[in-house]
């Protein structure tokens, strides 16, 4: 039986979004996927999902969740109260819900995007091999009051909740993994020395496309050739601001990359809120 979940409030930014859609960077169709992709696995593993089943990712606000049929669903990432049907439930664990049960969240007290699962994932089309949302290329790019999304309603339940360490955000993570980027020889030794004894503050200018720190970087290398950019990609502009591409970013760019976050730095830095502080750690 196909269920549907209605949006009773859309609460901040919220989307769908799978791993990402892969394999269209030459046409310039950005990877997308869930900002924190380690909080988007936990959600999918609860529910013993495939590992590309949608969730709806939100920022700061939750969305208000009413569900028409029975299934199952978990919430992960930055923490908060959350509450079916007004009764307190458990983040990181898998949660039975029945016909008509209604999901209600608190403003996030920690960090910045969380997550809800849903068995099977929720059912909205694909475009390009993906389901996550962008604007200009899926129908929708945010989520709507009175919205409706499909799901496949399913009654197995296991009460169990996961053996899993929680994602070592929660105790905010102050070295973010780095690798030299294309560019990185071009600094000077001094560049390089600042670099990694620095410490950096998330600035305001934040969103799913880039990041931008408060601390620069003197900067005199030359402008590159427009090149191939990845979620992760750390950019040094002109002025010597730098950027830190995030998972809807451009797929090309034009100043030089100094450094490539890892995998998991990306979703450490996307869970940091404004005037959060890191430094970088090269990987050698």
Not at 109 to 125: L, S
Not at 134 to 156: R, V
Request: net charge neutral.
């Amino acid at each position: 039986m196909i269920g549907k979940v209605k949006i009773i409030k859309p609460g901040f930014f919220s989307t769908i979004q799978d791993e990402g859609r892969f394999g269209f960077a030459k046409f310039g169709v950005p990877r997308s996927g869930a900002m924190d992709q380690t909080s988007f696995n936990f959600a999918n593993s609860l529910l013993g999902n495939n590992k590309n089943d949608t969730c709806i990712e939100w920022a700061f606000q939750p969305p208000v969740l009413q569900f028409s049929e029975p299934t199952s669903i978990s919430v992960t990432g930055a923490e908060t109260d959350c509450f079916l049907n007004g009764e307190s439930i458990k983040m990181y664990h898998q949660i039975k819900v029945e016909k008509g049960g209604v999901l209600t969240m608190n403003f996030c007290k920690t960090n910045v995007y969380g997550y809800v699962g849903i068995k099977d994932g929720f059912q909205t089309p694909k475009v390009l091999s993906s389901r996550s949302f962008y604007k200009e290329i899926t129908p929708q790019f945010l989520l709507k009051e009175n919205d409706k999304i499909e799901y496949k309603s399913s009654q197995s339940f296991y009460d169990q909740f996961s053996n899993l360490s929680v994602p070592s955000f929660i105790n905010d993570e102050n070295e973010l993994l780095v690798f030299k980027g294309p560019e990185f020889d071009q600094l000077s030794e001094k560049q390089k020395l600042a670099l990694f004894t620095s410490r950096y503050t998330v600035s305001n200018m934040a969103n799913r496309m880039a990041i931008q720190l408060e601390e620069g970087l003197p900067n005199d290398i030359q402008p590159i050739l427009t090149s191939p950019v990845l979620p992760g990609t750390v950019q040094l502009t002109p002025s010597g601001n730098i950027i830190v591409l995030m998972r809807d970013c451009q797929t090309t760019g034009g100043y030089p990359r100094i450094l490539q976050l890892s995998e998991k730095s990306i979703d450490h830095i996307a869970q940091k809120r404004a005037n959060g502080q890191f430094s970088f750690q090269l990987i050698v």
